[in-house]
Every structure is written in structure tokens, then in C-alpha cells.
């Protein structure tokens, strides 16, 4: 299969070009592992939708429960109230 470069979304190793990003992962489950909070904040096209990717098929799924949730679409105003946070992180 012929690689090629993809500038919209989730990259797949063998059908995209990417840069490995193996020692980044590793530090982010080392963090989960020991219960820190991280944040993955990058400008447009540095990764992030493939790091949560490959982060979500690690062995971390064995151990954890991983929720994704996207905050595109929401607006400011669940921030505003717990209450009102909490129950659109429960219907998200």
C-alpha cells in the first residue's frame, strides 16, 4: 500500500505519512499512570486527533475507561454552572 499525506482528521500509520510520536505517548501513559492530568494543546495539524487515537488503543484500555468528548460544538455557557457542565458531559 502506497502512503500518502492526510490533512483532515485521524492519520492511520501504514496508509498515512506521520511523524512516530512513540516517546510522546509513552510519557503521556506514564503520566496516566501515575494520575496526573495532562493537555494536549497544539495549533491545527500537529496530531492531536492521531495522539488521542493511538493513545485510546494502547493497554491503557484494560485498566481505564476512556471517554472522548469534543467541545467544538458546545457553547460557553455550560461553563458557567457545574450543574449545567455536568449534565452535558453526560449527554456528550
Known sequence: MRKEFNDTGLCVPN???????????KETIEL???????IINRPRQFGKT?????LEKT???SNYI???LS??????A???????LCKMLIEL
Open 78 to 84: 455550560i461553563f458557567a454552572e457545574e450543574g449545567l
Open 66 to 68: 476512556v471517554l472522548s
Open 32 to 38: 496516566i499512570e501515575r494520575g496526573k492530568y495532562f
Open 50 to 54: 492521531t495522539s488521542v487515537g493511538l
Open 15 to 25: 496508509k498515512h505519512y506521520m511523524v512516530d510520536t512513540t516517546p510522546q505517548l
Open 59 to 61: 493497554p491503557l484500555l
Open 71 to 76: 467541545f467544538e460544538e458546545v457553547s460557553d
